[in-house]
């Protein structure tokens, strides 16, 4: 299973990447949207992608409207891991395509609850630590 995690925080990359590692989850990073849509074309589709809001060169709301306008990704589930929390933004985000925010901080246990709630493939014996 492939995921892919778009943040331009190395920091937040290496989080989400040991939560995702720990589900059993290969993953690919991007540094920002048109990092990661390169990342789309050369690697083997995704289940997922844990995606920023605010990143340079395309933020993760530009990268979602790609993505659903891609019929080859239609099964990909679009996690937005954001400090965006104002309603508006939210309801831009929802109709862009995402199926689920998780809002910073976080804790992995809220992460796998949202990944749960939209049919993510997680383990349930994970044993996981408050960021």
């Given at each position: 299973?492939?995921a892919?995690?778009v ?12 939560i ?44 979602v ?20 929390t ?36 997680v383990?349930?014996g ?6």
């Amino acid at each position: 299973m492939n995921a892919l995690v778009v943040d331009d925080s190395r920091a937040m990359r290496k989080i989400l990447r040991s939560i995702l590692l720990d589900l059993g989850y290969q993953i690919i990073e991007a540094e920002h949207g048109l990092d990661a849509i390169e990342k789309l074309k050369e690697n083997d589709p995704f289940e997922i992608a844990l995606v920023d809001w605010n990143m340079p060169e395309m933020n993760g709301l530009e990268f979602v409207q790609h993505v659903r306008e891609n019929s080859d990704h239609d099964n990909m589930k679009l996690v937005m891991v954001t400090t965006e929390t104002e309603p508006d933004r939210m309801v831009k985000a929802l109709m862009a395509g995402v199926d689920e925010f998780v809002m910073k901080p976080f804790t992995p246990e809220i992460l796998i609850d949202k990944l749960r709630l939209i049919g993510v493939s997680v383990n349930a014996g994970n044993q996981c630590e408050e960021l």
